[in-house]
């Protein structure tokens, strides 16, 4: 699969629909390739917002493709991947208030879960 395509296509299917429309939003693909994510290899991608404040609209989304190729990921996966980390941007200007805690993130982590969820559910007609 041309997984770049594929994200591709899922980011301009789904930013219109959360109204991220007026976000410049910088798709990346390879996560090893970050430093900083060095330890990250793991996670299907990882969403920078590198300047959060409410007036600041940019963000990077880093895909890990090679772990898509690896585990052979269908578009489904890929799909699920690209609103999960949508979602993230649509809670960012919550989220950067609250602490970088454990807690919070397991808290944010599971609430963009269940929006994922939700979302495809409706999409499918099995909500
Ligand atoms: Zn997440």
Do not use: C
């Amino acid at each position: 699969m041309d997984y770049r395509a594929a994200i591709q296509k899922y980011t301009k299917k789904w930013v219109p629909k959360l109204f991220l429309s007026d976000w410049i939003i910088k798709l990346e693909y390879d996560l090893h390739n970050k430093k900083k994510h060095k330890g990250n290899h793991e996670y299907d991608a990882i969403t920078v917002v590198p300047f959060n404040s409410p007036e600041y609209m940019t963000a990077i989304i880093v895909f890990n493709v090679k772990k898509y190729r690896k585990h052979k990921h269908i578009h489904a996966q890929v799909e699920h991947t690209v609103l999960h980390e949508l979602l993230h941007l649509s809670l960012a200007h919550v989220t950067f208030r609250v602490s970088g805690s454990d807690a919070h993130v397991l808290a944010e982590e599971t609430l963009v879960q269940r929006m994922v969820q939700t979302l495809l559910n409706l999409e499918e007609g099995n909500a």
